[in-house]
Structures are given as C-alpha cells and as structure tokens.
C-alpha cells in the first residue's frame, strides 16, 4: 500500500518567490520520521531536512521549512526565496518502524520543480 | 572517501547475464539500503541490513535479486539471468542510526544497469 503521496508531478515558481511542495502519508505508529530530500539533474540526492513524530514545533533548515500537520498527516516542504538552483526532483521520505525490526524509509513518486528567471 | 561509493556507476548487461553492483557505505553506519529508482520515479525500496544482519528484503521483486552485506560494511546486490525490465538506476544508502527513526540516509552516486 502507499504510504507517502506527492500529488504534484511537477510545480513551476518564479525566482525569488516561496513554493509549497505536498506530501501526505500514512503510518499507523506514533513514532516517525520524515524527511525531504532535493536530487538533481546529476542524480545525487541530498537530505534537506527532517521532521520526527514527536517535535512540536516544525522544523527549519535555512530557506526550507516543513509544515508538518500530524493530525491531518501532512509534510509539506516550504522552499522560499527559490533560487534557479532549487530546479529539481523532490522526494518526501518517511522512516518507520516495521515489525521486522529495523527503520525502512520509504519514498514518495517526487515533484519536479522548475523555478523560472 | 568520506561518502557512499558504489560501483560500477554504468552497467550495460544483455539480456540472462548476472550482474554485481557493489556499494561501501560510511565507515561506522550501522543500516545500508538498496533502492531502484525507475527514470523519473521515487526510490523503490529493495532492502535493508542493519549490520550484517538483512531485516527486510520485501522489496526485492524477484528471486533472481540477492544482496549480502557479511562483514556489515561493504555490500553487493546480484541479479541474476537479468531482463530488460531491472534497468533502472540503484541506489545504496546509509545511516549512521540503527536505533532511531532520525538520522538522514547518505546516498551514493547510484549504478546504472541497461539490461540490453
């Protein structure tokens, strides 16, 4: 079953401004983790930022924020003042603990963001 | 290095023949990953060790994937008598945590397998 959803396959946004990238999920365990991470064009994905379960307040990394709403189960990421570096994929990732034993992240299908001059 | 290094970065494979992707994580992570990452899609999960001990393998599609991890650092993903539909991009990660949902996944640069 999935457990994360990106409803955006791609979002454009002018230079400068703020965008919202979405991200649901679904977990039935109260202790989680989600994070967001940016590959480019180069292939290469790197972490941004992370929210856990229990953090009351969202969590902040520079020019990326996570609005995290735990009842409604949403991550959305908030990129503000986009660069033209901030073109591409974007992946909401959850952490959990399956009954196996050990933390599997899942990944969400990704936005492709194009952030225009 | 100080990163994920995988090996080899491109493979072209034809169709039958067994192929090794390698992956040496940091030094000291405790949990290792696999991923196959379809062009344009999300990483789809294959698998994942903590230490040497392989916790969960649901995501490996077929018996023909196998991974190992002995020592609990390097590791390899074999697929055997490969078909065009493995091509995709495989991604190893890993993380410093294997006791916590935090701690982000470091990747490597991936290993490209064209099944011809």
């Known amino acids: 079953a999935q457990k994360i959803t990106q409803t955006q396959p791609g979002m454009f946004v002018q230079e400068k401004e703020a965008v919202t990238l979405d991200c649901t999920y679904d977990?039935?365990?109260?202790?989680?983790?989600l994070f967001w991470y940016k590959q480019p064009s180069s292939g290469e994905m790197i972490f941004l930022i992370y929210q856990g379960s229990y953090d009351q307040q969202n969590a902040t990394e520079g020019r990326y924020s996570l609005n995290f709403q735990k009842a409604r189960k949403s991550a959305n990421l908030v990129i503000s003042a986009s660069q033209l570096g901030d073109s591409a994929m974007y992946f909401c990732?959850?952490?959990?603990?399956?009954?196996?034993?050990?933390?599997?992240?899942?990944f969400g299908a990704g936005t492709r963001l194009f952030v225009k001059a | 290095g100080a990163g994920v290094s995988q090996s080899p970065r491109y493979k072209v494979a034809k169709r039958g023949q067994d192929v090794a992707l390698r992956c040496d994580p940091i030094?000291?992570?405790?949990?290792l990953f696999w991923y196959q990452q379809a062009l344009g899609q999300g990483p789809e999960f294959l698998t994942y060790f903590q230490n040497e001990a392989q916790l969960d393998k649901s995501g490996l599609p077929s018996d023909r994937f196998f991974a190992e991890r002995p020592e609990g650092s390097v590791s390899t993903l074999k697929i055997q008598r490969t078909q065009q539909e493995d091509s995709a991009v495989y991604l190893c990660?890993?993380?410093?945590?294997?006791?916590?949902?935090?701690?982000?996944?470091?990747f490597g640069e991936g290993s490209r397998l064209t099944v011809l």
């Open positions: 990660a890993s993380s410093l945590s294997g006791s916590s949902v935090a701690g982000e996944l470091f």
């Open positions: 977990t039935s365990d109260p202790s989680y983790g």
């Open positions: 990732a959850m952490r959990e603990v399956p009954n196996t034993g050990g933390f599997k992240t899942i």
């Open positions: 030094s000291g992570h405790v949990s």
